[in-house]
């Protein structure tokens, strides 16, 4: 099986109650699409910086709170 990282958007809307995508864009100063594009894994690299952003906001120190290593399809993997 491949690995690929994710960003768990959807974790950190409900864990900080955040209340929304555009909520945690607007907060964090980054755009929209850019979270969007994460959360629905259309976004295959990922700004560090945003990241960083995304801790310093809301005052995360581990960094497994917000990025996770998931098994996926290889074949699936190899087409992306």
């Excluded at 894994?41 to 917000?66: C, M, P």
């Amino acid at each position: 099986m491949a690995k690929r990282v994710v960003v768990k958007i959807d974790y950190l809307i409900k864990e900080y109650k955040v209340g929304s995508l555009r909520k945690l864009a607007e907060i964090c100063d980054i755009r929209h699409a850019a979270l969007s594009e994460l959360k629905t894994g259309k976004r295959k690299n990922i700004n560090f910086g945003h990241i960083e952003r995304i801790a310093e906001t809301l005052g995360i120190d581990d960094i497994t709170e917000i990025i996770d290593f998931v098994e996926v399809d290889e074949e699936k993997a190899q087409a992306d």
